[in-house]
């Protein structure tokens, strides 16, 4: 690994994101990510974070059009609530503060935990739990499904919506709506390593793969011989779209895991584009490439988010992030 | 009775046995979890024990509500807001006596656990940190050594267990086999009763 020492790489890599982004405030020692400009009057503040390893998510959403700023935690471990209420009270400009979480127990549990003492302080706080993979099937019997892919989505249709200035309670509801339009499914080809362990995760096998995994080194549901891109294209799409049943066009995020080249990306983009058509499925927009990712996992994950004419024009609306740029 | 220093004793010791575990508690984590459980509660338990020294809060209650915010404000993931309540109510429900009983101490701490199962919604027998901690309260009125071995037992008994709650949950049937990283940790915690009491 590419790393000095396990107990600093998420302090390192915030040293190295601020020496690259003069335009984002990082504060390495609270780790909090904001944009420089924040609190910018009149707009709903955005934050969001998680445990660190799925860069670009979230500090390099940080920015206009986007987040307004991330709170990083320890590889796969939510950040505490100390620091999403030093973020929480970076960027409230009195507009209020949309806390955008991952439906894992640790995030939950943080962010509730946060918007108490944030309220505490008197910071408007609402809150918009993604929830998007397919994969986890019996949410009875489960913490319920995972956030995954459509965090992305979430966090910037939900940061256009509040650089149009509109109020706190429609950036939520339109959020929401977007998680409640998306739906995820992922594929590792190999497990990831975290630092403080140094070798996988979980034993996967070379001529192997799993089917519906997550974002954090664990394994799927379902164990199977390697398959072909275009086999695995078919097995994500079936599965994301049985539980969508999309009636309107989709925003397709094609994602890769962390060790996956782009050069296997857009070829099984092109798997995923048959085979949508084959179901008269319409594509919006599309985006291929690392976005929300596991370390060094081998892998992709398959996203897609059905918009109506306002989603669609949010998700078009200009941003400039490290990790999404456009229309700027 | 139990004074302040039983109960910085029992943090101390809880602190020694993460230390000493981390690597188990972490490779525990590996396939049911993301493998890191030995390394946040580290981090935490070593805050909880500097904070300890730098504040020395002078009665039980100030000393769990002290460790209780320490691993809220350093653990993250679940284990820190679970753990952190945990020690927070109880060390709440002791109020601001100088001095506790061990009957006491039994009855603040299933205040503390009831707290943890309402926060993470788990129940007996969901595989998880309350299937340690609730065989170890029912003990605690008996002595701390029972209540340690209480707690050992549950933690093993989890492992033909199939996780309904936290990371684990997403492995399915898979969980099966396997024991449960935070039942294990919950065990050293009592075990650090225990120590703390010299038994």
């Known amino acids: 690994m590419l790393i000095n020492v396990p107990e600093t790489v998420v302090a390192d890599a915030l040293r190295g994101l601020a020496a690259a982004h003069p335009e984002l405030t990082v504060d390495v020692e609270n780790r909090v990510i904001v944009r420089r400009d924040a609190p910018v009057a009149g707009q709903v503040g955005l934050v969001s974070g998680g445990g660190s390893g799925h860069e670009p998510l979230h500090g390099g959403f940080v920015g206009p059009g986007m987040l307004s700023a991330a709170c990083p935690g320890e590889v796969f471990t939510s950040p505490v609530p100390d620091q999403m209420l030093r973020a929480a009270a970076a960027v409230d400009s009195g507009a209020g503060v949309l806390f955008i979480v991952k439906n894992y127990t640790g995030d939950v549990l943080n962010f509730d935990m946060a918007a108490e003492m944030a309220e505490d302080e008197g910071i408007q706080v ?35 919506a509040a650089a149009e200035g509109m109020p706190l309670e429609r950036v939520q509801a339109i959020a929401r709506q977007v998680n409640e339009s998306s739906r995820s499914f992922g594929i590792a080809l190999s497990a990831c390593s975290t630092p403080a362990k140094g070798s996988p995760t979980f034993d996967l096998p070379p001529g192997e793969l799993e089917l519906g995994i997550g974002i954090h080194g664990e394994p799927g549901r379902e164990r199977r011989a390697m398959m072909t891109s275009g086999e695995i294209a078919e097995a994500a799409v079936e599965a994301v779209v049985e539980d969508l049943q999309p009636r309107n066009p989709v925003l397709v995020l094609v994602n890769g895991m962390g060790a996956t080249p782009l050069l296997e990306l857009y070829g099984f983009n092109a798997e995923v584009h048959r085979v949508l058509a084959q179901r008269g499925v319409p594509v919006a927009r599309v985006l291929v490439g690392n976005y929300v990712t596991s370390l060094d996992m081998a892998g992709a994950s398959l996203t897609l988010c059905q918009v109506d004419e306002e989603l669609l024009r949010l998700y078009d609306a200009p941003v400039k992030t490290p990790g999404l740029r456009w229309g700027v | 009775m139990l004074d302040a220093d039983f109960f910085r004793r029992w943090m101390t010791a809880t602190a020694a046995s993460v230390d000493r575990e981390a690597e188990r508690l972490t490779a525990l984590d590996s396939p049911i979890g993301d493998a890191d459980h030995g390394s946040n509660l580290q981090r935490g338990f070593t805050a909880v024990v500097a904070a300890l020294e730098k504040e020395a809060p002078a009665t039980p209650g100030a000393v769990l509500t002290l460790a209780g915010r320490q691993l809220i404000s350093t653990v993250g993931g679940a284990s820190g807001p679970l753990y952190g309540t945990l020690l927070r109510r109880t060390g709440k429900a002791l109020g601001d006596a100088d001095e506790v009983s061990a009957e006491q101490l039994a009855e603040a701490f299933r205040a503390g656990v009831d707290a943890v199962m309402t926060l993470g919604g788990a129940a007996p027998g969901d595989k998880t940190m309350i299937d340690a901690l609730v065989p170890a309260v029912d003990a605690l009125g008996d002595s701390f050594t029972a209540a340690r071995t209480a707690a050992e037992e549950g933690a093993v008994a989890t492992t033909p267990l199939q996780a309904r709650k936290g990371r684990a949950s997403y492995v399915g049937e898979r969980s099966i086999g396997h024991q449960d990283p935070g039942a294990t940790s919950s065990a050293l915690l009592i075990a650090g009763l225990a120590e703390a009491a010299g038994e």
Do not use: H, P, Q
Not at chain 1, 133 to 140: I, N, R
């Open chain 1, 126 to 160: 609402a809150k918009v739990l993604v929830n998007d993979d397919v994969a986890v099937t019996d949410s009875l019997y489960t913490a319920g499904r995972r956030g995954t892919g459509a965090t992305l989505f979430v966090e910037k249709i939900a940061g256009a």
